[in-house]
């Protein structure tokens, strides 16, 4: 299971940190990945790391705002976030891939295999 907490209400610039605690067993062969999904839209890729390599993946919309992380000792995924604006506004899902997607589909929700239940961030102007 996947527990995404650390969602809130800030105002535009502010930053808020996200965590994804994982009671799922994961192996060297993983990846975690936050999405989010805005009323009426599709979900979206946020950033994905993979666990083999350290390699992390951004989506262009929060390329140099938004930070991957990983800690393995606590089976916690991270994403911190500044410079949030109002299109930042979602609810963000954290997901596991047991085995590591092919580069070019790290962004495909369809790859990953375990999902947290969301945590929803609300950016005011």
């Known amino acids: 299971q996947l527990q995404a907490s650390g969602g809130g209400l800030v105002q535009t610039g502010g930053s808020l940190r996200l965590s994804c605690v994982s009671s799922?067993?994961?192996?060297?062969?993983?990846?975690m990945a936050w999405f989010r999904q805005a009323p009426g839209t599709e979900r979206e890729f946020v950033a994905a790391?993979?666990?083999?390599?350290?390699?992390?993946y951004y989506s262009n919309s929060v390329k140099g705002r938004f930070t991957i992380s990983r800690d393995s000792a606590k089976n916690t995924l991270n994403l911190q976030m500044n410079s949030l604006n109002p299109e930042d506004t979602a609810v963000y899902y954290c997901a596991l891939a047991r085995n590591t997607p092919i580069v070019s589909n790290m962004d495909n929700p369809d790859a990953y295999d375990y999902w947290g239940q969301g945590t929803l961030v609300t950016v005011s102007s």
């Open positions: 790391t993979r666990f083999s390599s350290g390699s992390v």
């Open positions: 799922t067993r994961t192996s060297r062969t993983s990846a």
